[in-house]
């Protein structure tokens, strides 16, 4: 198993920033993709942002150019610099690893949701 502890949600105004953190602990071995994804009121689930293992980078449109998204393997944590925030990215947002053991074979495990609300 996998325990993900996030971190840095809150409250801001629109054009403001926040910092997102995610760290893994437990069976951290062979931890493969990591990512962040957000879920607002009444709306699906929805990727913002994922780092593979070597550094190469995929976002949502809707973030491009204001989020970006890092990783500190030695700490097992992955980042979300968010900056120009509007009031349409107020969602809680979920930290989601992935393991892959062995070819073929992959877990995802997810983390609690931080809040983050973008006042206008």
């Known amino acids: 198993q996998v325990q993900l502890v996030e971190s840095g949600g809150g409250l801001v105004q629109a054009g403001g920033s926040l910092r997102l953190s995610c760290t893994a602990s437990?069976?951290?071995?062979?931890?493969?993709?990591m990512g962040w994804y957000r879920q607002a009121p009444g709306k699906q689930r929805e990727l913002v942002a994922a780092?593979?293992?070597?550094?190469?980078?995929d976002y949502a449109d809707s973030v491009k150019g204001r989020f970006t998204i890092s990783r500190d393997n030695a700490k097992n944590t992955v980042y979300l610099q968010m900056n120009s925030l509007k009031p349409e990215d107020t969602a809680v947002y979920y930290c989601?690893?992935?393991?892959?053991?062995?070819?073929?074979?992959?877990?995802?495990?997810w983390g609690q949701g931080t809040q983050v609300t973008v006042s206008s």
């Open positions: 989601r690893v992935r393991r892959v053991p062995r070819p073929g074979i992959a877990y995802d495990f």
């Open positions: 437990g069976s951290i071995a062979s931890i493969n993709a």
């Open positions: 780092i593979a293992s070597g550094g190469s980078t």
